[in-house]
């Protein structure tokens, strides 16, 4: 089976990968330790939300989002038997299941310090709002205030629904990783 969203990080991406992991959380960045380790789906699942609802961004699994340390993604392979294709078809499978519609996005392996993290590339989606269907048919809308994500309130899904609504004139939000070329491998 052929992955387009798949990329094995050469060198160079794996120093942007360093590179972001020490500029820290923020706007377009978050850290997990582990999905695995997260009390629900969701948790996770709503950066992504916020992601695609905003300029895009990039959650990067296996680091230690209390103290920015690479922890690595053992913890979550390990219910794969190794295998981070399995772990990204979880993924993928959880994204399908829980978000509308189904936002773009790219797997980076890369190890840092040693350790294997799994980047999940978010690009900027203009002119669709995502949301979750947690319970039943009621969507739930979330957004990204510096390095916080929260449920926008109604106002905020108003704003959020006119802003994707107008064809964008200012200059394209780059993503952390424009300029790679994303390949299957």
């Not at 798949?6 to 360093?18: G, I, N, R, S």
């Not at 330790?33 to 990039?58: E, P, Q, V």
């Not at 189904?102 to 949301?131: H, T, W």
């Not at 510096?146 to 109604?154: F, I, K, L, Q, S």
Request: aromatic share 8%; hydrophobic share 35%; proline share 3%.
């Amino acid at each position: 089976m052929k992955r387009d969203n798949v990329t094995f990080a050469d060198p160079e991406l794996q120093e942007k990968v360093k590179e972001l992991i020490d500029r820290g959380e923020g706007k377009t960045i978050e850290f997990k330790y582990s999905l695995k380790s997260c009390s629900s789906k969701i948790k996770w699942l709503r950066d992504i939300i916020a992601f695609a609802n905003g300029n895009g961004g990039t959650l990067i699994i296996g680091v230690n989002d209390e103290n920015g340390a690479v922890v690595g993604i053992k913890d979550d392979l390990a219910k794969h038997n190794g295998n981070i294709a399995k772990f990204e078809d979880e993924i993928t499978n959880e994204i399908s299941n829980a978000v509308y519609p189904v936002p773009e996005y790219s797997f980076i392996r890369a190890v840092v310090e040693g350790k294997n993290v799994l980047v999940i590339s978010m690009e900027q989606n203009d002119g669709k709002c995502y949301a979750a269907y947690q319970h039943g048919d009621v969507p739930v809308f979330y957004i990204r205030r510096g390095a916080t994500t929260r449920v926008a309130d109604h106002n905020e899904v108003q704003e959020l629904v006119r802003l994707k609504s107008i064809p964008q004139v200012l200059p394209e939000q780059k993503s952390s990783f424009d300029g790679y070329r994303f390949s299957q491998e």
